[in-house]
């Protein structure tokens, strides 16, 4: 995803030169947004609480290797997300090991759906990437950042008609993208859209 708002290359770039007050804004601007995304997959309060403040020490730690082409969100979206997965087959690899009683083949068949679904978000940060620049606004600042139509709408100085007509669009859009992708074709690859971008 590319950067739409000066303001967020501005940002990045004070985040990549220690600027601890830039990272506050970006902290206190996506936090509540990556814990709603979060606790979708983990349904835990106290592990999504764990992903997200790991994301951001990720993102501070990594500060340096941060490149002027990739928005915030998008940058918090994807590492966020790929956390999740990993705490899922992280916790289902423990569970395998610790519960005998469980039959190996639904095992396999849960782990198999783990890296099914990540691969379908991919395909769906592929799709975002696809939508014309006024559509992937919407969508990052309806599905990604949690803003209202009318907050959308005065950001981008069009009515929020056309904020819920650009995001209806741009949900058709990626859900075709996914589903005509195979062989990842089936209800998971919905269930990838649902999950994050309800």
């Known amino acids: 995803m590319t950067i739409d708002h000066p303001y967020d290359e501005e940002l990045l770039?004070?985040?990549?030169?220690?600027?601890?007050?830039?990272?506050?804004?970006?902290?206190?601007?996506?936090?509540?947004?990556?814990?709603?995304n979060v606790i979708r997959l983990l349904h835990s309060e106290e592990d999504a609480r764990d992903v997200v403040q790991?994301?951001?020490?990720?993102?501070?730690?990594?500060?340096?290797?941060?490149?002027?082409?990739?928005?915030?969100?998008?940058?918090?979206?994807?590492?966020?997300?790929?956390?999740?997965?990993?705490?899922?087959k992280k916790k289902l690899r423990s569970e395998s090991t610790d519960l005998a009683a469980i039959d190996t083949a639904d095992q396999k068949n849960g782990y198999d759906d783990l890296l099914l679904l990540d691969a379908q978000l991919a395909m769906v940060e592929e799709a975002v990437s696809k939508l014309s620049p006024r559509k992937r606004a919407v969508f990052e600042?309806?599905?990604?950042?949690?803003?209202?139509?009318?907050?959308?709408?005065?950001?981008?100085?069009i009515s929020k008609y056309t904020v819920s007509e650009?995001?209806?669009?741009?949900?058709?859009?990626?859900?075709?993208?996914?589903?005509?992708?195979?062989?990842?074709?089936?209800?998971?690859?919905?269930?990838?859209?649902?999950l994050?971008?309800?």
């Open 166 to 194: 650009y995001l209806q669009e741009a949900m058709a859009f990626i859900r075709d993208y996914v589903r005509n992708q195979p062989p990842y074709k089936g209800t998971l690859a919905i269930l990838a859209i649902e």
């Open 196 to 198: 994050f971008f309800r």
């Open 13 to 36: 770039v004070r985040i990549k030169r220690g600027d601890r007050g830039a990272f506050k804004i970006v902290y206190d601007q996506y936090h509540h947004v990556l814990f709603r």
């Open 54 to 88: 790991e994301v951001f020490m990720i993102l501070w730690e990594k500060r340096a290797t941060l490149t002027g082409n990739r928005s915030v969100n998008g940058w918090l979206f994807t590492v966020s997300y790929n956390r999740a997965v990993n705490f899922l």
């Open 141 to 157: 600042l309806c599905r990604l950042q949690g803003k209202t139509y009318e907050a959308a709408a005065r950001e981008l100085g």
